[in-house]
């Protein structure tokens, strides 16, 4: 069984330009959520999908955005991006969205804002 | 709102010892509650997870974890290390209403020295 895909791997941008990064969940799995890991901040949450729809949100500026396909694969965007944008963002899929089911990562997109 | 706290940034071991790293959390609600590792340039993988039952919980690569209630605490235990065991350790919680967001620790590097 295929895991969680992420692409791309790597990524460099300029400040102010936008980026969307894709996320392919294991198969059968319909809830998708999204982290961003710096250094200093740690793992933190963005936000989850399930079925097409936001179940829930992170403290995250309006400029990180996201969505659901009707085959789960989610994408993430990340508009007008500051050199703070510079981070490992993980895909994380789930088959429910229950606390107590467990969360497959992917290997994330190292994205570098210069 | 919860909050995780990994004690130890950092904890050197030999290889062959006994290792011991230290979580506690702080909810209002019930929780679940994981230990994810995390190798150099790769996602996070589950170790192992509480999420009700026998308080000791045990994982892959013969690490466990002892849920402790009243003190609030899942310390993650292994009693001889590799040193393919040398990598980042996070302790993760969701909270017990529903809601898939996992709130982490800050991490502790292992570090296993021959």
């Known amino acids: 069984k295929a895991g969680v895909t992420q692409t791309p791997r790597y990524l460099i941008k300029t400040r102010g330009q936008q980026v969307t990064l894709s996320c392919s969940p294991i198969s059968g799995h319909r809830s998708v959520s999204w982290y961003q890991q710096t250094p200093g901040q740690g793992l933190q949450f963005l936000f989850e999908y399930f079925s097409e729809t936001q179940r829930n949100k992170g403290n995250f500026p309006g400029r990180f955005s996201g969505r659901q396909f009707s085959n789960s694969r989610s994408e993430m965007n990340v508009s007008t991006l500051e050199l703070g944008d510079s981070a490992l963002y993980l895909c994380?899929?789930?088959?429910?969205?229950?606390?107590?089911?467990?969360?497959?990562f992917g290997q994330g997109t190292r994205l570098t804002v210069v | 709102a919860q909050s995780v706290t990994q004690l130890d940034s950092q904890v050197p071991v030999f290889e062959e010892a006994p290792v011991e790293l230290r979580c506690n959390y702080s909810?209002?609600?019930?929780?679940?509650l994981f230990w994810y590792v995390q190798y150099p340039n790769q996602g996070l993988q589950l170790l192992l997870k509480?999420?009700?039952?026998?308080?000791l919980v045990k994982g892959i690569n013969g690490f466990e974890a002892e849920f402790n209630k009243s003190q609030t605490s899942f310390h993650l235990r292994k009693p001889s290390v590799h040193i393919s065991d040398t990598a980042e350790y996070f302790c993760a919680v969701s909270d017990g209403a529903g809601r898939r967001a996992l709130t982490f620790g800050s991490g502790t590097r292992l570090q296993v020295q021959p």
């Open positions: 909810s209002s609600v019930s929780v679940y």
């Open positions: 994380a899929s789930s088959i429910g969205t229950g606390g107590n089911t467990e969360a497959f």
């Open positions: 509480y999420l009700s039952g026998s308080t």
